[in-house]
């Protein structure tokens, strides 16, 4: 007979929670100590705030800090999947959902790759390639897993509440993705908002055991 046990606490609980504000936290370090530096890559904080930015962070002085940042956020993205797709009633769409969050946690680690500036007087790097379709890639998998995590979400009763927000902060980030300029950081500060809320729900359940 199977019989339901609590778990004793699960390390990766409080990891997923340091995710968006490392990255939060790392950002706006990094953009104050290399305000110059990137004012001289031509990024402009109100005129045109995604100029080599964030990105590039990772070059000049102090720039491995970004590098690792890009890691070390991604890795703990992927372990957020994780604790998804353990704490979801297992369906399709909590599966596939988890499983498009996963990737999109590999694409945000592979944007350690360093990218290439956009005023320079030499070719594309591998790198800087790399890095360009790991951004691309990051949109096509993360934007995806909101939309069907929302399924999910809808299809358990104790994340249903969730679902709506998750479509709200998407229909909000979503275009604020594309259209670059200022509202980028509606994006970033939706999608983080989103992850710690979800970080945080996850980290208050014990998840069941047989």
């Not at 991604?74 to 990737?103: C, H, N, Q, V």
């Not at 934007?143 to 909000?172: E, H, I, S």
Request: hydrophobic share 55%.
């Amino acid at each position: 007979m199977l019989e339901c046990l609590e778990q004793p606490t699960n390390p990766m609980k409080p990891i997923i929670l340091t995710g968006p504000v490392l990255f939060a936290g790392v950002l706006a370090a990094l953009t104050l100590v290399k305000y110059e530096f990137l004012l001289s890559l031509g990024w402009h904080p109100i005129h045109d705030p995604t100029f080599d930015w964030p990105s590039g962070l990772a070059l000049g002085e102090f720039g491995w800090i970004m590098t690792l940042t890009f890691i070390l956020t991604g890795s703990i993205m992927t372990l957020f999947a994780r604790r998804l797709y353990l704490d979801l009633e297992p369906t399709p769409a909590s599966k596939l959902g988890a499983t498009l969050t996963a990737f999109a946690g590999l694409f945000l680690a592979a944007l350690a790759f360093t990218t290439d500036p956009t005023i320079r007087d030499y070719p594309a790097t591998w790198h800087g390639r790399l890095h360009d379709l790991s951004f691309v890639l990051l949109g096509l998998t993360l934007f995806p897993a909101m939309v069907v995590l929302g399924f999910a979400f809808r299809a358990d009763d104790r994340w249903k509440n969730f679902a709506f927000y998750t479509w709200g902060t998407l229909a909000l980030a979503g275009p604020a993705f594309f259209i670059k300029g200022a509202a980028f950081y509606i994006f970033l500060l939706a999608i983080l908002v989103w992850n710690e809320l979800a970080a945080m729900r996850i980290s208050g359940k014990t998840t069941p055991a047989s």
